[in-house]
């Protein structure tokens, strides 16, 4: 934890560690690149050695810490505290890049207060100096990212030439208030802007779903380094999103095989996959899917059951339905708690199978399959027992088209069971209700020649919908 929280303090200070190195480091360049060996080294001796040094700097404020910084980077903070403290005694509490040494050590020790404290005292020495004021608002955003925006707007009345709106995007970009950051980012020039800040500004607009702009930003990034990681996802991301694949497709190229220091994910695959998808081409496509699921930050059934139902999709769409039924399968078994709809899915599947093969006991078969799945369904979720009868009325009319068996009849009945009473139908209900009349009709007058039967039912549909012809035929035949 203490590794990780010393490269966060190095990333907050890349903003600006170029300025507050140059105040550190004038004087006798020479001792701090000698003293950072040693610190760097490790020697037994380490405090012997430091002792000279001390001596020889002890009114220098600036090589004081210096020194203290690159025990900081060493992740002594005991000794980088204690030239700290030297450089503030040399400069009568005077070196405001002391004070900030003395609030990363804070920082990284949890103590948010107190390295607030030290950088503000950094800002009363220095009211010019930009790095207090970030990390002081760094700190502080855990709070409250409007106060720390706050503390950046003192710094654009002490230093009109520091883009404060970018750094106040990347203050609330890391609060996680997206449009926060982006209505921040938009202030700022990107021409001004640091990598890193035109990455977040594009992130924010991408988590915001404004694909659009966010692929402006990540174009613009691209411009100044057409070989960044990031800049190529995001271009391929927000493509994706805009389903403009073939393009989509030249920026994953791009990531995968011309960006530099380029680390890959599963989402990457997924997102490859689901590019070639909207290209039309499954079975690369699949390829993705099956490398994303391969992954080694694929480390959840949540994740997994994701790409496994993509990947199930792009069977579907090559018409392979036994291998697009298999992974569904895995995509339900990967679901903590798949919803009707999720189960109902399985059943279209086999649905969809079933209507495009040829051989007549398969064909049955696959509608077996489906009807099981509906009746599991009706089983499992109360408020999917209408839903799963009609659509066991369907594939069991598909089954008997003739209807000489009935198959489908006691789904029907029980849809009607269902709606009928209702006073105020729906026109889902309405279309259920009258395909079930109809049904009953065709069954009892031409299956059973239950002209009676028929004839109530005749009268039923007439009630719901006047101007059935199959009722007024029936009734008019009966008459």
Aim: net charge neutral; with cysteine; proline share 3%.
């Amino acid at each position: 934890m203490k590794a990780i929280k010393y490269l966060f303090i190095a990333a907050l200070t890349a903003g600006f560690s170029a300025t507050a190195m140059a105040q550190e480091a004038t004087g006798t360049q020479a001792d701090i690149d000698v003293v950072k060996k040693i610190i760097s080294s490790k020697p037994a001796d380490l405090d012997k050695q430091m002792k000279d040094f001390y001596k020889k700097n002890k009114k220098n404020a600036e090589n004081l810490v210096a020194f203290g910084r690159s025990f900081f980077e060493a992740k002594d903070t005991a000794n980088a505290k204690t030239y700290a403290n030297y450089a503030l005694q040399a400069s009568k509490n005077k070196c405001a890049p002391a004070f900030i040494l003395l609030g990363d050590i804070a920082a990284v020790a949890d103590d948010g207060g107190g390295a607030a404290a030290q950088y503000e005292q950094a800002i009363y020495v220095d009211p010019k100096n930009p790095d207090a004021y970030y990390k002081y608002a760094n700190v502080y955003r855990k709070i409250s990212p409007a106060g720390a925006v706050a503390k950046l707007n003192d710094l654009r009345a002490q230093r009109p030439d520091i883009a404060v709106d970018a750094l106040a995007g990347r203050i609330y970009y890391m609060s996680n208030e997206f449009d926060k950051a982006l209505a921040a980012y938009d202030k700022a020039d990107k021409n001004k802007m640091e990598e890193r800040d035109l990455s977040d500004y594009a992130m924010s607009a991408f988590f915001k779903q404004k694909y659009d702009k966010a692929l402006e930003v990540a174009k613009f990034g691209l411009s100044k380094n057409p070989r960044h990681a990031a800049f190529n996802r995001l271009a391929f991301f927000n493509l994706t999103e805009l389903k403009n694949y073939d393009e989509a497709l030249k920026y994953a190229d791009a990531l995968f095989h011309n960006s530099d220091s380029a680390k890959f994910s599963y989402y990457d695959y997924t997102y490859y996959g689901n590019a070639y998808a909207g290209a039309k081409q499954p079975e690369k496509a699949i390829e993705m899917y099956e490398l994303a699921l391969a992954q080694e930050d694929m480390d959840n059934k949540a994740k997994r059951a994701g790409v496994v139902k993509q990947l199930s999709d792009a069977y579907k769409n090559k018409e392979d339905y036994p291998n697009a039924i298999k992974h569904y399968k895995d995509y339900l078994n990967n679901m903590e708690k798949p919803t009707a709809m999720d189960i109902a899915g399985l059943a279209t599947l086999h649905m969809q199978h079933g209507s495009i093969l040829q051989d007549a006991e398969a064909k049955k078969a696959a509608f077996i399959e489906a009807d099981a799945v509906y009746g599991d369904l009706a089983n499992r979720y109360e408020n999917a027992v209408e839903y799963a009868n009609f659509m066991r009325a369907r594939v069991n009319a598909q089954m008997d088209p003739d209807s000489k068996l009935g198959l489908a009849k006691p789904y029907y009945e029980k849809l009607i069971e269902l709606i009928e009473p209702r006073t105020e139908k729906d026109a889902t209900e309405r279309a259920r209700i009258i395909e079930s009349y109809r049904y009953m009709i065709a069954y009892n007058f031409i299956v059973k020649e239950d002209k009676e039967a028929a004839k109530d039912y005749a009268l039923k549909l007439q009630a719901i919908d006047p101007e059935n012809e199959i009722a007024k035929q029936i009734l008019g035949s009966i008459k």
